[in-house]
């Protein structure tokens, strides 16, 4: 064996019958080789072509069903504001447990959380006009209930609107904040985001004849100006300057809940839609989260200016309270 290539004597242990140790390879035997080969690596590529379409169609199947995170929230030093995260208002947990920072809780006119008050000023709209019946059943109630008048509207498909159409659509609503932890975490900062208005589909509205101005807010806003810091309100009701230049609203490590009672104004004739991007302060650093009404953005809606149907409570010239057909009255407000 000394001297022979060692391959070649391998290779022609394996070429047949006719081959052995020291026999040469006949034509038709590497023939046979040669096409052995060309369909054994046809088949090898094939293979492989096949498994790669295969993980390739697995992987948007993969993603699709991967879900994703409830929420995420940068806590590095970048500026307040730099990073949105998923809705704040039904998630409990808390941040030490993997939680959100914070949890933001809101309650809007004719909630549990927040009844409208007896003689209060309430607007309703619908997507369609009341029929006499339904016309006779709100009549018994008592218009200065106004929550008595929307438990019977709301189950009939209307919403809660705005009717102030001098100054354009307006809805204070209740906005806490909580953070059940033993380290501390201050707001600084609240902005309208992701905000979308359509035109009203209201065809309906009932209202109470305006007597003066509801509570006055803590703070507000427009969506029609989203860059505008939320001004603070005084007892005239008069913005007097941003809030969150002179307040921020400290949350954790024993602190009171935060609450603020915020004015939002639409757009005329629209209904639109917001949520808030609320920065804030750790000792880790600056970050922000994106704040809504349990899953779902804010809401405010403008009543109609000339609806096709139009009911009003209130007093006429005689100082008498009744229910009044204001479709075609001038003498409504």
């Known amino acids: 064996m000394a001297g022979r290539d060692v391959s070649t004597t391998e290779i022609n242990n394996y070429l047949g019958p006719n081959s052995g140790p020291g026999r040469g390879v006949s034509r038709k035997g590497l023939a046979l080789l040669f096409v052995g080969v060309l369909v054994l690596s046809a088949a090898g590529f094939r293979a492989l072509l ?33 990073a949105t995260t ?15 920072p914070f949890v933001a809780r809101s309650s809007f006119p004719g909630s549990e959380l927040d009844p409208i008050a007896a003689g209060s ?52 609503f209740k906005l806490l904040f909580l953070r059940d932890t033993s380290t501390s975490l201050s707001i600084q900062s609240m902005q309208p985001v992701q905000i979308a208005c359509t035109q009203s589909t209201a065809l309906t509205v009932i209202d109470f004849a305006s007597e003066g101005d509801d509570a006055v807010p803590t703070v507000t806003f ?32 024993g602190a009171t809940p935060g609450a603020l009672d915020v004015q939002a104004t639409g757009e005329a004739g629209k209904s639109c839609t917001w949520r808030f991007r609320v920065g804030f302060a750790t000792a880790s650093g600056q970050s922000a989260q994106v704040v809504d009404n349990a899953g779902k953005p804010f809401t405010i809606e403008a009543a109609p200016l000339h ?7 209130g007093l006429d010239t005689s100082g008498r309270k009744r229910w009044a057909d204001c479709t075609m009255a001038s003498d409504c407000t």
Do not use: C
């Open 307 to 313: 609806p096709l149907q139009h009911i009003q409570y």
């Open 121 to 172: 000023q309430w607007a309703f709209v619908l997507d369609h006009t009341l029929t006499p019946s339904q016309i006779a059943g709100l009549e018994r109630r008592d218009g200065l209930d106004g929550q008595a008048v929307w438990d019977y509207l709301r189950p009939l498909g209307a919403r809660i609107a705005s009717d102030n159409w001098a100054t354009g659509p307006r809805m204070t």
């Open 222 to 253: 427009s969506l029609l100006k989203p860059h505008v810091p939320l001004a603070e309100v005084n007892s005239s009701g008069e913005p007097t300057g941003p809030y969150f230049s002179s307040h921020q609203i400290d949350l954790g490590a």
């Open 86 to 100: 998923a809705p704040a208002g039904s998630a409990t947990t808390s941040a030490a447990s993997g939680g959100p």
């Open 50 to 82: 096949w498994e790669s379409d295969q993980h390739t169609a697995d992987t948007p199947q993969t993603q699709r069903t991967t879900p994703s995170s409830a929420y995420s929230t940068d806590t590095t030093t970048a500026p307040a504001g730099s």
